[in-house]
């Protein structure tokens, strides 16, 4: 979360947002409400972040207003919307094994990895540390990788193929196979999005 990068989002997803029961969305997100101000209170990546339906805003959980990134609010709002009530799968799939994700996830809509490829192509524990900053632990798979709940009921594993002489790194993601339920494609495309952000960051932060 960084002021530097404005949200916007359409009115209606607002709109469409306040029309639900708060009762509904807090069953749906297993997410829940601050009262009496009406917020959702819900974890995004190891933070907690709280949506202010009524005055179109977010917050820290210290009742601060903070500015997100298009694609974080939009995955915010987006999940209050649509959530199921739901069970996980248990079973792990890519983007294109999601209905539509063979067409959906190419050209501009693959997920931003180059950066954190090269960071972190040979840095094996680098890639776990910035990864439990979001939340994350360590899970075999790969090389190495980790799992973190990007929403509550969306569980995401990053997965990485470390660089060697013949083979640049290579990172990779997978999803429960509910995450369809939960949420449409761009905006799972815009979550991913914000991890790779985070993520790269992360390690700005620390140079």
Not at 74 to 87: R, T
Request: with cysteine; charged share 25%; proline share 6%.
């Amino acid at each position: 979360m960084n002021e530097s990068y404005p949200h916007v989002l359409d009115g209606h997803h607002w709109d469409e947002l306040r029309r639900l029961s708060p009762e509904d969305v807090v069953l749906r997100a297993q997410c829940s409400l601050v009262s009496p101000a009406g917020y959702y209170s819900l974890d995004l990546m190891g933070t907690t972040v709280w949506v202010d339906p009524q005055n179109e805003q977010f917050l820290s959980s210290q009742d601060k207003r903070i500015t997100l990134r298009t694609e974080c609010a939009l995955a915010l709002v987006s999940y209050l919307i649509e959530a199921k009530n739901i069970p996980l799968s248990g079973c792990w799939v890519s983007e294109k094994d999601l209905k539509g994700g063979e067409m959906f996830f190419r050209g501009p809509h693959l997920f931003p990895v180059g950066q954190l490829e090269h960071t972190f192509g040979n840095d094996r524990d680098g890639f776990l540390r910035a990864g439990e900053q979001c939340g994350g632990k360590y899970v075999p798979g790969a090389d190495v990788s980790f799992q973190l709940m990007a929403l509550p009921r969306v569980p995401l594993q990053v997965l990485m193929w470390l660089a060697d002489e013949d083979f640049p790194a290579k990172i990779t993601f997978l999803f429960d196979a509910t995450v369809e339920d939960q949420l449409p494609l761009d905006v799972i495309f815009g979550l991913v999005c914000e991890l790779c952000f985070r993520l790269e960051e992360i390690v700005g932060n620390k140079s």
